[in-house]
């Protein structure tokens, strides 16, 4: 199900959903209340397009995965 992550400092750190104890689906990892991370797992592995972003928003690089491996170019 439906499942969000808070860190010490009570802001959002992650969110996504679980299926059978494992990631899967899209989940949005987060630092200083900006995304800093999001894609797909799939049974618990990266897997498709991932995002990744610096702290100001900006892309830092994109790519996709291919259980739990990056694939292709980055």
Do not use: C, I
């Not at 009570?10 to 990631?23: T, V």
């Not at 630092?31 to 830092?60: L, S």
Request: overall charge negative.
């Amino acid at each position: 199900g439906h499942w969000v992550e808070w860190d010490p400092q009570g802001h959002k750190a992650a969110e996504g959903e679980y299926l059978n104890d494992l990631r899967d689906g899209a989940w949005s990892f987060f630092k200083d209340g900006q995304v800093e991370a999001a894609g797909n797992y799939r049974a618990g592995e990266r897997h498709g397009n991932w995002t990744f972003r610096y702290k100001d928003g900006q892309k830092m690089k994109s790519g996709r995965y291919q259980n739990g491996k990056e694939e292709g170019v980055w």
